[in-house]
């Protein structure tokens, strides 16, 4: 375009010179009688410098104004056209002079407007586009989008977590080629076949444990109705799917756990109704087992409203400064009974007066549950060891047993409803399975933590961490 312009800026002046030399010509021609043979010889050679004199200043006239010529009308649609074009490389960060004497003022305020309009467009995509990247990297739940040639587009960071993928791997491959799960594959084939929305919950295998996620497909339509691709979005529900589980092991432990003492009770009274009433050995043993049964039926039931109890918000704490050494005291009386028909000892280890913010009756709950539990599972003659050490601002509570002791891989579920180490022997001693559990509650309320340690064939301690002051 420059040498287009120049070019017909050059014919221009020549085409202006030779009309001025023409001109010229035609005005001298009027002089060519002094050209004759009878012509004055100075009075030629005066006449042609005159002559030469005239074309320089010819010359130097018609050049000037070609060179005005080309400052004032070449060089500005030079410029300009300079600046549109890094406009239209994505330089938008430009300066353009406005001379009001310019004559492609206009050409050059507009090219200034579109470069300013498209300097504000460029900024709010990019910040649209750090809007969207902020938006998909923080969500909660794994993003996939699909091209509707079946090519990866976006991913975000949770989905890369998920299946351990890195986006410079798998954008611009389809979904067949990544090594997703079969059932998610499937899911996004039917998709793309029936253009309708779909879900279903995938079981993720890999790692300890299994996770689930619900996986969410649905296609991409734009706004003239063209199909675009779809997206596929994957919760994560393992969680849930945990609390479902425990939920319906907990429905199934709490009839279990009723079934047995009903069952001996409208065993034992159909027994009796039947005649065995009219033995009185035989009534008198089996009135004791239906009271037994029945004393555990109620134990049961206690612990569970209790255990229910500590899980509403309305639980609460009655805090005040609490003994511990009075908190044991009137927890071993509790279990003293039990203790005597097992001729077992018990070890004190502390020395000081330890004052702690907590609820009385609710630590005699923890530690009535820790004895018990060492009591269950210990022999006859042996020994139980409480000890308590204080640092700074937290006092533990230890209660170590010589019983069985438990298995590594039990440990982490001793604090689960109803489970149990040893389940005939917990539950001919009358336990219900809930203590730990409600233990658990009760030390977390009061913003401690409990934690077990123990040696299969040589005993277990329960240790309690507490706050001295809340």
């Known amino acids: 375009m420059k040498k287009s312009l120049y070019r017909r800026l050059l014919i221009a002046c020549t085409v202006l010179l030779l009309l001025l030399l023409t001109g010229l010509g035609l005005v001298l021609g009027q002089f060519f009688p002094l050209f004759g043979e009878h012509a004055n010889p100075e009075l030629q050679k005066s006449y042609i410098g005159f002559l030469i004199l005239i074309l320089l200043i010819a010359f130097i006239l018609s050049f000037l104004m070609a060179a005005r010529m ?21 330089d938008y960060m430009i300066s353009m002079p406005t001379n009001e004497h310019n004559p492609d003022l206009e050409l050059t305020v507009a090219i200034k407007k579109i470069a300013n309009t498209m300097q504000e467009m460029s900024v709010t995509k990019m910040m649209e586009k750090e809007r969207l990247n902020t938006l998909v990297e923080s969500m909660g739940s794994a993003l996939l989008m699909i091209g509707r040639e079946g090519a990866i587009n976006l991913v975000n960071g949770v989905f890369r977590e998920t299946f351990g993928f890195t986006s410079e791997k798998i954008v611009g491959k389809t979904f067949n080629d990544i090594g997703l799960p079969v ?41 003239h109705g063209n199909w675009l691709g779809i997206v596929v979005v994957m919760h994560d529900i393992t969680k849930l799917r945990l609390l479902e589980e ?50 555990r039926l109620q134990l049961l039931v206690d612990d569970l409203l209790a255990l229910s109890g500590m899980e509403t918000d309305a639980f609460s704490l009655e805090l005040a400064p609490v003994n511990l050494r009075s908190v044991i005291n009137d927890a071993l009386k509790i279990v ?39 009591i269950t599972y210990s022999k006859d003659n042996k020994t139980i060891t409480i000890s308590v050490t204080e640092s700074t601002n937290r006092v533990s509570l230890a ?47 009061h ?11 040589e005993g277990t301690t329960f240790k309690v961490h507490l706050p001295i002051e809340r």
Request: aromatic share 6%.
């Open 70 to 90: 080309m400052v004032q009308y070449a060089k500005p649609i030079d410029d300009a056209t300079e600046t549109a074009l890094r406009v239209a490389g994505g």
């Open 183 to 223: 059932e998610i594959e499937s899911l996004i084939e039917s998709v793309f076949m029936t253009e309708q929305a779909n879900d279903k919950q995938v079981r993720l295998r890999g790692g300890v444990t299994p996770s689930y996620v619900n996986v969410y497909g649905a296609p991409v339509i734009g706004h």
């Open 246 to 295: 425990v939920r319906k092991n907990f429905v199934a432990n709490v009839s279990h756990e009723l079934r047995t003492p009903i069952t001996s009770i409208t065993g034992f009274t159909e027994t009796l109704l039947a005649g065995a009433m009219e033995e009185p050995e035989v009534l008198k043993e089996f009135l004791e087992i239906i009271q037994k049964e029945g004393n």
């Open 336 to 374: 003293s009974g039990n203790m005597a028909q097992k001729k077992m000892n018990i070890f004190l280890d502390i020395t000081n007066e330890v004052i702690i913010q907590g609820d009385a009756d609710r630590l005699i709950q923890v530690m009535v549950n820790l004895l018990s539990n060492a």
């Open 399 to 445: 209660v170590k047993d010589e019983g069985i002791g438990i298995a590594p891989l039990e440990l982490s579920r001793l604090f689960e409803r109803f489970y149990r180490v040893d389940r005939a022997r917990s539950r001919n001693s009358g336990g219900t399975g809930l203590g730990l559990a409600i233990v658990k509650h009760l030390v977390e309320a």
């Open 447 to 457: 913003g401690g933590t409990v934690n077990v340690e123990s040696i299969l064939g």
